[in-house]
Each structure stands twice: as structure tokens, then as C-alpha cells.
């Protein structure tokens, strides 16, 4: 069954900061498709140029600003470093070392490459320079040899040492390889950490560009799988299977783990989980949060909230209204809260400062995350983690939450439902910036029988 625009509605405002006019019916399918086919062309992903430019452009201000003139990655077969994509390293079939070196005319990139992959690395003139390493030499020790022999005395960041999975990339038996290869030599080995924190979390203008039709795709589709929800028949998993077949038939991938992707939840709050067998029936909220992965590279990560009309009702009721608003009121004051030189933690803090004005229930989850080469990026947290206090910066790209929370009714205070309308953003120097046309209104789905 497909909805009237009528009961389908998604009126954006047209003032204040989403300066935005959309209408459900305006999603135009031409844009949308134009946007598809752009992303899922096969063979033509720009991500090799892209990486270029990145190091060029962004990795030399990393280094500096985090002090750092030498960064060494080890590259391995099978389970490689999470940064090997971002390297070159992606196809290492055996050992391969990556040296970045701070010059005075930007960043040197120097692979020291067993003889079966550096061939190809020089054709692909992914690096400066490539140095051969014998199938029984190590890389890791023709790496060593050639510090000690440009005398190299500072410190070398390695993937290491770190809380963040994508800078923790060398293994304890790597680790051990390069102190015992670095021995009687004044290198100290630090972490790369920071340095990764501030080169991963900005993106190019390219890139975001991309996520920009990449974002418009997700929502369009979560808008779409609400059109087909027919109350007392369909699932949660029904929805999420809508949402697979959108992912399968235009060949990009699931944006975070499949069995989560998309979370579809018509019930009581469950977290990040898989969707379950619930029937969707009149009074629910329902909760789509979801995200697809394109050229293999970038995330998006984007929720839609609808409300189930009962018999006889032609809009929510006020205290689901009044949800609705709330979330939204939270969302906007972290919006405007978004800008060069604050820090996560104080965009939490906007937020929460109108959810208890609002009358909210606490929330567990950080208002907002980075976002981009995964679903919970590198770069600074919304919320009250360590990296929330990390300033934001023009180039980064964040999803974050309007919430309002309440007791789940019939659960005696034991449950929560939580509306928590995800948006994506990146940051100028004027702010924050929609990636795409944020939900302004609850979408309200007709009963079968506000259905004729």
C-alpha cells in the first residue's frame, strides 16, 4: 500500500537556521537517482586521488600541528592496519612498511615493499619513492637500516599506544620487530595518535561533496520504507529488509555491522540491535536508523522517526507532539552550538540544557559522533568522552541526535522510548552545514482505517 502526500508529510521550515523548503513529494526521484548512479558507477571510484590530495594538502599541517616529522606504518597480508586503505598499504601480501617523513616542501612517502608488490606500487606511483625488500629480507629492518642511515634521531610515531581503534594498527609482535630492528639507535617510538586524530577527522571539499549525495540516498529510502508500513501487518524486520533490497539492487554496502544495519524499532528503546519480528501497530513510534557505505570508502549515518495514527486521529497526539518538539528543539540548539573552536563536549551540553527544560528523561548516548570512513568516526565527540573535548574544525563531518526520551507506556517505569532524529552535518567557518535536508516534521502513518 503507498501513502497519500496528505498523511505522508515532511514540511521542512523555511526560517531560522534550516532555511530549507522540502516537501516529502519534492524529494525529486531525478536527483535522487542522478545521486545513485554518481555513487555506484562501477571502477570509477575517486578515492585513489583523493588519498593523494589528502596527504598533500592535509597531512603536512597534521604533522606540524601535532609536532610529529617521521610516522611509520607497518602493512601486513589478511588483517592490516585500519589504516592501510589511507596509506597505500591497502594490498600488502607480506610485510610492508610506510614511512611519512615532515620536508620542507610538504610530506615524503617512502614504502619499503617486498619485490612481489613494489613493482605495481611504482606503476600506481602511489608513494615517492619505493624500496625493494627481498621475499626473505624484512621490511621492518630495511626500514631501520635506512633511519640509522639518514641518521635519524627523532621521535617516530607508530600506530600504537592508542584508544582509538583506527590509530592502534600495530600488533605486539610488529611492535617487538621495530624495537629490536631500532636497537642501539636514539629513536624513541610515540603514538600516532593524535596525529591520526587530526588528519582523519577533516575532510576535502571533495569528500564531502560525496557524502552529500550519499546522505540524500539514505534518507530518501528511509522516507520511501515508510511508505510502505501497512499497521497490524508489517514488521520491523519488514522494513529492514526493504532497506536491504535498496542497498543490494544499487550495489554500495551496509554502513556499519549488517545484523545492525538498519536498526528498525517500533517498540521499546533497544539500542544499537538488529530488527525483530514486532507487527507495527496504531500508537507506535517507529525509529529507522540507518546507513549505507559508498565506493567502499565513505559512511553515512541518518534516522527517521514516523508515528502510527490511531482510529480517528488525523495528527500525533500532544504528548507525542510535544516529543517531537522537544527533539527538535534539542536538535536545533546543537546545531547552533556547532562551530570552529568549540568543543564537543559543549554542544552536549546545548542539548541538554533544553532536554530538561523540555522535561526529558536522561540519555545514555553522546549527542553526536564523527562521521565519514566509519559510521563513529575519528575526531571529537558530542558528548562527555575524552575526545569531547576536542575542538571542532572546518572540514569535519559529524551525525548527531535531537533527543527527548520517556517512559515506555505499560512498563511501569522499567523501559524507555526515545526519539532521536539523526542528521548529518559538516562544519564551516560559519557553523554547521546540513548534508542533507533535515526531517522537521513527524511523519504521521494512517491506521487502516484513516487510510481510505
Request: charged share 20%; hydrophobic share 40%.
Amino acid at each position: 500500500m503507498k501513502f497519500t502526500s496528505s498523511y505522508l508529510s515532511v514540511v521542512l521550515f523555511t526560517t531560522g537556521i534550516y532555511a530549507t523548503n522540502v516537501h516529502a513529494d519534492e524529494l525529486s526521484p531525478n536527483i535522487i537517482e542522478k545521486n545513485l548512479v554518481e555513487l555506484t558507477i562501477p571502477g570509477v571510484s575517486p578515492w585513489s586521488d583523493i588519498r593523494k590530495k589528502r596527504v598533500a594538502e592535509l597531512l603536512p599541517t597534521a604533522m606540524d600541528m601535532t609536532k610529529i616529522s617521521n610516522w611509520l606504518i607497518v602493512c601486513r597480508e589478511n588483517d592490516n592496519d585500519p589504516l592501510a586503505i589511507h596509506v597505500g598499504c591497502e594490498n600488502a601480501g607480506g610485510t610492508a612498511v610506510v614511512l611519512f617523513s615532515r620536508t620542507n616542501s610538504g610530506v615524503f612517502t617512502r614504502a619499503f615493499s617486498p619485490v612481489s608488490e613494489s613493482t605495481s606500487l611504482k606503476e600506481l606511483n602511489t608513494f615517492d619513492e619505493v624500496i625493494d625488500v627481498g621475499k626473505t629480507d624484512s621490511a621492518i629492518h630495511a626500514a631501520a637500516q635506512w633511519l640509522k642511515a639518514q641518521n635519524v634521531q627523532d621521535e617516530i610515531a607508530v600506530n600504537s599506544f592508542s584508544e582509538n581503534p583506527q590509530s592502534d594498527g600495530l600488533s605486539h609482535s610488529q611492535y617487538i620487530s621495530v624495537i629490536n630492528a631500532l636497537k642501539g639507535t636514539d629513536i624513541q617510538l610515540v603514538s600516532a595518535e593524535p596525529l591520526i586524530n587530526y588528519w582523519l577527522a577533516r575532510k576535502l571539499p571533495e569528500e564531502v561533496a560525496i557524502m552529500k549525495k550519499a546522505a540524500s540516498v539514505t534518507s530518501s529510502w528511509e522516507y520511501e520504507a515508510y511508505q510502505n508500513v501497512v499497521p497490524g501487518v508489517t514488521t520491523d524486520k519488514d522494513i529492514a529488509s526493504f532497506l536491504k533490497q535498496k542497498i543490494a539492487d544499487a550495489g554500495v554496502q551496509d554502513g556499519w555491522s549488517p545484523d545492525q544495519n538498519p536498526a528498525v524499532n517500533s517498540g521499546p528503546d533497544r539500542g544499537h540491535s538488529h530488527p525483530t519480528n514486532r507487527v507495527i501497530q496504531a500508537g507506535d513510534i517507529i525509529q529507522i536508523d540507518f546507513g549505507i557505505r559508498v565506493f567502499d570508502q565513505w559512511v553515512t549515518d541518518i534516522q527517521r522517526f514516523a508515528y502510527v495514527l490511531r482510529k480517528g486521529e488525523n495528527a500525533a497526539p500532544k504528548d507525542m507532539q510535544h516529543a517531537w518538539d522537544s527533539a527538535l528543539a534539542g536538535s536545533q540548539a546543537a546545531f547552533a552550538a556547532m562551530k570552529p573552536g568549540v568543543t564537543g563536549r559543549s554542544v552536549h551540553k546545548a542539548q541538554q540544557v533544553v532536554m530538561e527544560a523540555s522535561g526529558s528523561l536522561p540519555v545514555m548516548w553522546s549527542t553526536g559522533h564523527p562521521v565519514g570512513y566509519v559510521a563513529h568516526d575519528t575526531g571529537p565527540n558530542l558528548g562527555i568522552r575524552a575526545t569531547s573535548n576536542q575542538k571542532l574544525d572546518i572540514g569535519m563531518t559529524f551525525a548527531y541526535d535531537g533527543f527527548y526520551s520517556w517512559f515506555y507506556p505499560g512498563s511501569n517505569k522499567q523501559k524507555t522510548k526515545t526519539i532521536s532524529v539523526e542528521e548529518m552535518v559538516v562544519i564551516t567557518k560559519d557553523g554547521a552545514e546540513f548534508l542533507t535536508p533535515p526531517q522537521q516534521s513527524l511523519i504521521l502513518i494512517p491506521s487502516k482505517t484513516n487510510s481510505h
